[in-house]
């Protein structure tokens, strides 16, 4: 049972969205990263709550964090805000470098110019050539790989010791990345070819802050597999 | 030994480009810019941006940064003593880069189609334009720029459009921000055309000593070349190879319409020098 003052903390800070999403991950994340305690308001599926409507009215999308009476949408934007309010705790997201927060916020874009439409198309949630769309994930993790090693510096982490933006920006993406490597059959992390990016996959999911966030690509499977259309092994049914 | 000093990769028309000059010209940083012509990129651009070869490009003591938004966010950073770019507050500045946001994939895709679509269709997405600019047009509620009083982050990236709107609704023989449909954003254009960092960079809109422009349209597409329909304000497309355009059609002036960055779709414009003799492209 939480104390008020607990209470009334959590309150303050609520995340509205659902456990599939990469971009609602990413919030979370932050938000443990930063010892931020949250309510988390779990959205129905394909039906937007009263809530949502209202605090997000021009996309009517989760993410959206509550904070202080006000809404913030944008799972990047939502990052950076977490980032600047709570400043005075450590771990920093974004470095402290110009450049290197530029840089960090180069490749996040990337990852969403990238990722999400081509993981839609290989979970079989929206048309589209899936050969393409693994095609277009394997060559942007071949860019991913080498701006690790840039932004890393040979530590553990695009954002060098601890986990950033970056991180966050594309680590959110592995648990559907791994549930269409097994629904696909295809290989998009490839440890030989992106032994880095490999590596760090491994430890990112470790990592404290994700860990409870970030379920086995099994439950994301299994989501797919109940809510995105035709199953992964329909190729000879009669499907609809 | 490190190359020292700030570069600026772009092109000339573009409304993307120009956010990175803006930037730099409130904080008095001096840069040296290099225009590039985006049908044959230079060696240097590639090498600084070989992930999207897109510009603007801004090079700071050799070091490259792409992505005009995230370039401007960059220089207030690097030059934080001079003009403030960027609100203080994070929901201000949370508020300022969503609204950055659906401008640059909302509203430029609403805008688009507008330049592109004839008849009854463009009606439509005229309309749908005026949509979009009506939900970023809450954001100026109120307040005299984006920023408030002062020109800001957001007035840089959307800014483009006191210039490019106008421009494109005469082209396209329409009405876009009109005083009945979108006032808050007409008297915000006057704004933005005052500021003098725009002033001093917006390329010429009505200059008779003229760079004219063909389109010569999409290589993915062979969208073709925009030619002009006998004498009116209206444009047509032609079949895109240089050499089929017919030496009859009279010469024509349009502007640049600088789709570069947030129009992926529409390729690239070609920029033909045409002074007293007609070169195709």
């Not at chain 1, 049972?1 to 903390?9: G, H, L, N, R, V």
């Not at chain 1, 916020?105 to 993981?119: E, M, N, S």
């Not at chain 2, 030059?79 to 300022?96: F, H, S, V």
């Not at chain 2, 396209?172 to 001093?200: C, Y």
């Amino acid at each position: 049972m939480m104390s008020p003052e607990k209470q009334e903390t959590a309150a303050a800070v609520r995340v509205l969205g659902r456990w599939p999403s990469p971009f609602v991950i990413r919030v979370l994340i932050a938000l443990r990263l930063k010892g931020v305690e949250y309510e988390f308001v779990e959205e129905a599926m394909g039906n937007r709550s009263e809530l949502l409507l209202a605090s997000n009215p021009v996309h009517r999308k989760i993410p959206v964090l509550l904070h202080r009476g006000r809404a913030v949408s944008e799972s990047l934007i939502i990052v950076q805000y977490v980032d600047e309010v709570w400043a005075s705790q450590a771990p920093a997201i974004l470095p402290s470098d110009p450049h290197a927060r530029a840089a960090e916020r180069f490749w996040g874009q990337y990852v969403d110019d990238k990722f999400p439409t081509a993981i839609r198309v290989l979970r079989g949630k929206v048309a589209g050539d899936k050969d393409e769309a693994a095609a277009q994930v394997a060559a942007a993790l071949v860019h991913l790989e080498e701006a690790l090693v840039q932004c890393g510096r040979g530590k553990g982490y695009f954002g060098g010791d601890s986990l950033g933006y970056l991180d966050i920006a594309l680590g959110s993406h592995l648990g559907w990345v791994r549930a269409v490597e097994r629904m696909a059959r295809v290989c998009l992390l490839d440890a030989a070819k992106l032994p880095n990016l490999a590596a760090w996959a491994d430890r990112f999911c470790a990592h404290p802050a994700v860990a409870d966030v970030m379920p086995e690509t099994d439950r994301f499977v299994e989501f797919s597999v109940n809510n995105d259309g035709v199953p992964p092994k329909a190729a000879h049914t009669n499907s609809k | 030994m490190a190359e020292k000093g700030v570069k600026v990769f772009g092109m000339w028309a573009s409304p993307m480009v120009i956010r990175v000059e803006w930037a730099l010209r409130l904080k008095g940083v001096a840069y040296e810019y290099i225009d590039e012509d985006l049908g044959n990129k230079s060696d240097a651009l590639l090498r600084y941006n070989p992930v999207t070869k897109k510009v603007p490009v801004l090079v700071h003591d050799g070091e490259p940064i792409a992505e005009s938004a995230i370039i401007v966010e960059y220089i207030d950073e690097v030059w934080k003593d001079g003009y403030t770019i960027m609100p203080a507050d994070p929901y201000e500045r949370a508020q300022a880069r969503f609204w950055a946001k659906y401008a640059d994939e909302k509203c430029n895709a609403a805008i688009f189609p507008v330049f592109t679509a004839t008849g009854e269709a463009q009606s439509k997405v005229v309309h749908e334009a005026q949509q979009c600019l009506k939900t970023l047009e809450k954001a100026l509620e109120g307040k005299k720029f984006f920023g408030g009083d002062a020109f800001g982050y957001l007035d840089i990236v959307v800014g483009w459009y006191a210039h490019w709107l106008p421009i494109i609704e005469e082209v396209s023989g329409v009405s876009i921000v009109t005083e009945e449909e979108l006032p808050l954003m007409k008297a915000w254009f006057d704004q933005i055309l005052a500021v003098d960092v725009v002033k001093e960079t917006l390329p010429p809109r009505d200059n008779t000593s003229r760079k004219t422009l063909i389109y010569t349209g999409s290589r993915a597409q062979g969208q073709g070349a925009l030619v002009p329909v006998g004498n009116t304000n209206r444009y047509q497309r032609f079949p895109p190879t240089a050499g089929n355009l017919p030496e009859s059609l009279p010469r024509q002036r349009i502007e640049v319409l600088g789709f570069l960055e947030g129009f992926r779709d529409i390729g690239l414009f070609h920029i033909a020098s045409m002074h007293q003799k007609r070169v195709w492209v």
